[in-house]
């Protein structure tokens, strides 16, 4: 009787402890806050950028710039999801799995396991360096491209490509 009781006791202990990883959530939440804001002022900084170029400004210029911002806010963003998906995972996987009655806060978040919840991290990781690509392509001056510029692009197909190659051996 007595060590059944010890072990109600450990096992509500370590069941309590889950809810240290609501310090991840909501950290990655803050963070995901920010990333959004930051992507806000951004954007804001494209349009500045376009429109306010004055009467004898050069369009192409300007242009240019506002794409690049509009690529630096959609790189930020991603951030953003990427620390929202991640907080919602752990949140579904660590504290509402485990609630009695859990409500639909996080329908939105369909994640099952650690694995898939990294799987879909990797796979937002490669669209943000692809991103991050994107932008480096267009701050290159015509004329100034030299084969280094490709180790960054093969360097992200390979990590989708080894990403594909392991899902191959799963089978659902």
Same mark, same amino acid.
């Given at each position: 009787m007595? #060590?059944?009781?010890?072990?109600d006791k450990i096992d509500g202990? %370590?069941?309590?402890?889950?809810? &240290?990883?609501?310090?991840?959530? &909501?950290?990655?939440?803050?963070?995901? &806050?920010?990333m959004f804001l930051i992507g806000a002022i951004k954007t804001g900084r494209a349009y500045l950028a376009y429109f306010s170029g004055g009467i004898g400004h050069q369009p192409d210029l300007s242009a240019k710039h506002a794409i690049t911002y509009m690529i630096q806010a959609i790189d930020v963003f991603l951030i953003g999801l990427v620390l929202m998906i991640f907080a919602g995972g752990i949140y579904t996987l660590f504290v509402q799995r485990l609630e009695s009655g859990a409500t639909e806060i996080n329908s939105w978040v369909k994640i099952t396991s650690i694995a898939q919840l990294k799987r879909i991290l990797a796979e937002l990781v490669i %669209?943000? #360096?692809? %991103?991050?690509?994107? $932008? /480096?392509?267009?701050?290159? $001056?015509?004329? /100034?491209?030299?084969w280094e510029n490709l180790v960054l692009p093969l360097g992200i197909l390979m990590l989708a490509l080894a990403l594909k190659f392991m899902d191959l051996g799963k089978h659902d």
């Open positions: 007595k #060590l059944a009781m010890r072990q202990a %370590v069941n309590r402890l889950r809810y &240290i990883s609501l310090i991840a959530v &909501i950290a990655s939440s803050l963070g995901s &806050i920010l %669209v943000i #360096l692809f %991103v991050r690509t994107l $932008e /480096g392509a267009l701050a290159i $001056e015509p004329g /100034g491209y030299i």
